[in-house]
Structure formats: structure tokens, C-alpha cells
């Protein structure tokens, strides 16, 4: 199935760390010409060696996808490289941890800038071309289990990731006419730098939240979208059972979820930062954030395990209240 992306053109924002940069080097081994894009030009220039070795054709475009502008010269300088996009994944994205009253809104405004209307830059460059080839192409957006549930002390991110599952949907059903196709990919708590990378407001050092995936993991998934999309699907098994306990049990999933916030925050004391919202940061220019995503399994199965256990017993409980 993978034979699909050898020489097809692949656009990827958000490529110079985490789920991006893992997301390039498994479409360099597919054989893929990979145009990467995010601020960072270094990261991105280290990528694109890595990738090269693989084989791999590279084009290296620093962008800001906030800014329309430079998204439109983005997929001009692809088409100009490469004659035509085959597939564009919306990957970069913010993280910005704090209660209503300590987020200041315009960091709020800027969540949405960058996660939301980073997205719309994307599609609607990607979908003008695409819809100019005979073969369509396919538009991944990268959004997270924050497009389904809330996350408490993340009211910003999980707004801006609500916008980017509508935004994709409504897309998506428009385009059904045309060869071009709209995939939605929501993941759980992944073991990327998105947690080192964000502005934060809580007094305390933020982590990935429990149980952690693993970014190779994501990135196998926006892969099979680029070759066989579907409208939407989840990575991580909490991310459709947290969507389940919420259709059932709304308040007692209020309340689980609250508790889930606590298991972002370690007890290590943080400044107050704004992190990489408006400018981006030296560190964290790898694929993973220390979380040990993949190598801890059984704490995941521990914490699944548990957290469905809660979700039963609060549910019950929720059930007998209205009987
Ligand atoms: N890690 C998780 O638990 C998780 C879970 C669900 C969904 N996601 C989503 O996955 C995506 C990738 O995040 P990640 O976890 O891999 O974290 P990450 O390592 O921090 O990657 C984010 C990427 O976005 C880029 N970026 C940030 N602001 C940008 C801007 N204005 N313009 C262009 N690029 C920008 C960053 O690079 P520069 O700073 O160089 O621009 C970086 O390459 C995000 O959309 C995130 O919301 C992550």
C-alpha cells in the first residue's frame, strides 16, 4: 500500500520537531519528494540531510502558517519544485496550559491563529492545486483528541482543535465532488517537545498527559490517510473512550477529566512563559519529548484500565441518581 507514496509530492508543516519530523522521515523511506515547512530553519535543514540520505528529494521552505502569505508561497514553491502536491499535512500546532483567568486572551486569539487558522491557510492553498490535477491529492489535518473532549487548564487548545474537526468536516463534504479528499487525525497524548514548547500559566512544568503514545505512531497513521484517507480517526486508544464516557455520562466525565488535567502538571515550580506561541524556541528540535511513549506500555494499559474502571463506577453512580 506504501508502493502508493514513492515520488508523490508531500507537503508537511510543523516538520522541524515531533509528529512532523517523524511524519518526513517515514515518507522518505516510502520514497516520497517532501516539501518541509515550519519556522525553525535548522531543525529543518538537519531534517532534510537525514531525509536526503534516505534518498528522499527535499525542498526546506521556513514558514509561519498563521501568516496566509507565506502559505500561498509555500505551495507555490512546492508546485515550482515539484510540478504538482499530491498530499499536504496541516501538522504544526501550539500548546498553551492555564485556567480562564491566567491565559491571557491573546493568547487565546494566537491558539487560533496558529492551530486553526494554520489549518484553513493549508487547505485552501493545498485544494486550489490539487484541484487543478487529474489525480485530486489528499489534505491531512492533524488535529487531537482535544477536537472530541475538552481538556481542562487547555480551554485554548481544545477550542482551537474543536475549529479544525468542523472546519475539516465541512470541507471535506464540499469537496466530495472533486478527487480531492480531507482527513482528520485526532491523537492522543503523544511523546513529542509540544509540552517543552508551550506557553504555560499554571505555576508548574507542564508533561505529555497519561498514557502517552508514541509519535511513530501518529505519523504511521498520516500515512495510511495520505494513501487511503479516511474522513476521521483517532491514534491512541483514550481518544474515542474519553468521546464515549462523554456521550453517556457528561457530568461524570466533567469531573474525570478534571482529574486527567492534573496528570499534564509535574510538581517541578514554572515561570510563567509563552513558550513558542509567537516566537519559536531552540530546544525541542527532536522527534520525541521524553515521555517514553512507546517503552512504557503497561503504564498506559494501567492507566486505560483505570480510567475506564472511574469511568464505570462514576457512571453507575450517575445512572442510579436519574433511575
Ligand atoms: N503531542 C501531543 O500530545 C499531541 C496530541 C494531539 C495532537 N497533537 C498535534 O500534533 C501536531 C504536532 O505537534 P507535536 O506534538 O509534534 O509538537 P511539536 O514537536 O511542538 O511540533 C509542533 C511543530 O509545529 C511547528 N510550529 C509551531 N508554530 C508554528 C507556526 N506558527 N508556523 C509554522 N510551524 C509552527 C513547530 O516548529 P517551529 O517552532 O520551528 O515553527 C513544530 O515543528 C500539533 O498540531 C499538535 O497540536 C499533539
Known amino acids: ?21 517523524e511524519t518526513a522521515l517515514q515518507l522518505a523511506k516510502a520514497g516520497a519528494r517532501l516539501v518541509l515547512a515550519a519556522r525553525r530553519e535548522d531543525p529543518l535543514r538537519s531534517l532534510q540531510e537525514e531525509c536526503e540520505q534516505a534518498g528522499a528529494q527535499c525542498l526546506v521552505v521556513p514558514t509561519d502558517v498563521a501568516n ?6 509555500l505551495a507555490t514553491q512546492a508546485v515550482q519544485a515539484f510540478g504538482r502536491i499530491d498530499g499536504w ?59 472530541n473532549v475538552s481538556v481542562a487548564l487547555a480551554s485554548a487548545y481544545t477550542a482551537s482543535k474543536h475549529a479544525v474537526r468542523g472546519f475539516s468536516s465541512a470541507v471535506r463534504q464540499e469537496l466530495l465532488d472533486t478527487a480531492v479528499r480531507v482527513s482528520n487525525v485526532m491523537p492522543a497524548g503523544i511523546d513529542t517537545p509540544l509540552f517543552e514548547h508551550a506557553a504555560n500559566y499554571t505555576g508548574k512544568e507542564a508533561k505529555a498527559p497519561e498514557p502517552v503514545y508514541s509519535p511513530e505512531k501518529v505519523a504511521g497513521v498520516i500515512l495510511d490517510m495520505l494513501v487511503r484517507p479516511q ?7 483514550t481518544a474515542p473512550l ?21 496528570s499534564h502538571l509535574k510538581e517541578a515550580p514554572q515561570a510563567v512563559t509563552e513558550g513558542n506561541l509567537y516566537h519559536p524556541v531552540s530546544h525541542g528540535t527532536s522527534v520525541h519529548g521524553g515521555y517514553h511513549g512507546r517503552s512504557k506500555q503497561w503504564v498506559r494499559r494501567i492507566a486505560v484500565v483505570t480510567t475506564l474502571g472511574f469511568g464505570a463506577y462514576r457512571l453507575v453512580r450517575e445512572l442510579r441518581q436519574y433511575a
Open 231 to 237: 474522513a476521521e480517526i483517532y491514534v491512541g486508544a
Open 242 to 262: 474519553f468521546g464515549a464516557i462523554r456521550h453517556v455520562a457528561p457530568a461524570t466525565f466533567d469531573r474525570m477529566m478534571r482529574k486527567q488535567a492534573k
Open 89 to 147: 499535512v496541516n501538522n504544526a500546532g501550539v500548546y498553551a496550559l492555564g485556567s480562564l483567568e491566567k491565559t491571557p486572551i491573546h493568547v487565546y486569539r494566537r491558539l487560533m491563529d496558529v492551530n486553526y487558522f494554520g489549518v484553513v491557510h493549508g487547505t485552501r492553498a493545498a485544494a486550489a492545486q490539487m484541484k487543478t490535477q487529474e489525480r485530486g491529492g489528499v489534505i491531512v489535518n492533524v488535529s487531537s483528541e482535544a477536537s
Open 1 to 21: 500500500m506504501r508502493k502508493k507514496l514513492k515520488d508523490a509530492v508531500i507537503v508537511i508543516t510543523g516538520a522541524s520537531s515531533g509528529i512532523g519530523r
Open 68 to 73: 496566509e502569505d507565506e502559505v500561498s508561497a
